[in-house]
């Protein structure tokens, strides 16, 4: 099982300013197989990107994925009131499918 | 746009079997996406439980794997999910959710399930 440590556990900036969100992988995601989703509060989560860095339909372009094998980033260039969430990794290339346990961006 | 609901009890006793089914609108459950499954316990992570395609393929999380059961009604449009010998460690909201080319892209609202006497 690929085991996905997402750093930091939390991370506090303000709107307007870039985050970085680091997605690190136990072995080698099987073609950069690497999802990122956000959570908010009391919702579903909702997924951003695909394949490590393809925006999901409808996602702003604020929003970035980058990286391969076994690290992986989501840049959020400028932040927005409503980017701040929960972000969680999730690599798609080796069942079980695992999450990492998440990210929580807050101001 | 694929929409799925979960239905299900919210409330399930110490050794008993949780069963949910997710109800898919806007997409056949005949399509070629995978239909999967996702708890997050009260306050934690996202934990991916499996998944199943029409064909009746599957794969699933070795951790619950002797006692999940999953399946798909083409006739109603729907997939389930059945865990026996709950506890209370199975508390959690579960998601269903709709996987193309393995990634999740679309989700339910989910529907918290308390294992309690």
């Known amino acids: 099982e690929i085991v996905l440590t997402q750093s930091p556990g939390t991370l506090s900036l303000s709107p307007g300013e870039r985050a970085t969100l680091s997605c690190r992988a136990s072995?080698?995601?099987?073609?950069?197989?690497l999802t990122w989703h956000q959570q908010k509060p009391g919702q579903a989560p909702r997924l951003l990107i695909y394949?490590?860095?393809s925006r999901a339909t409808g996602i702003p372009d604020r929003f970035s994925g980058s990286g391969s094998g076994t690290d992986f980033t989501l840049t959020i260039s400028r932040l927005e009131p409503e980017d701040f969430a929960v972000y969680y990794c999730?690599?798609?290339?080796?069942?079980?499918?695992?999450f990492g346990q998440g990210t929580k961006l807050q101001i | 746009q694929v929409q799925l609901q979960e239905s299900g009890p919210g409330l399930v006793k110490p050794s008993g079997t949780l069963a949910l089914t997710c109800t898919v609108s806007?997409?056949?459950?005949?399509?070629?996406?995978?239909w999967s499954w996702v708890r997050q316990p009260p306050g934690k992570g996202l934990e991916w439980i499996g998944e199943?395609?029409?064909?009746?393929?599957?794969n699933d999380n070795p951790s619950l794997k002797s006692r999940l059961t999953m399946s798909v009604d083409k006739s109603k449009n729907e997939f389930s999910l059945k865990l026996s010998s709950v506890t209370a460690a199975d508390t959690a909201v579960y998601y269903c959710?709709?996987?193309?080319?393995?990634?999740?892209?679309?989700w339910g609202q989910g529907t918290l399930v308390t294992v309690s006497p």
């Open positions: 959710a709709a996987a193309s080319g393995k990634r999740l892209n679309n």
């Open positions: 806007g997409d056949s459950i005949t399509s070629n996406n995978w």
């Open positions: 199943m395609h029409h064909s009746g393929n599957t």
């Open positions: 072995q080698s995601v099987r073609s950069n197989y």
């Open positions: 394949g490590a860095s």
């Open positions: 999730q690599q798609y290339g080796s069942s079980p499918y695992t």
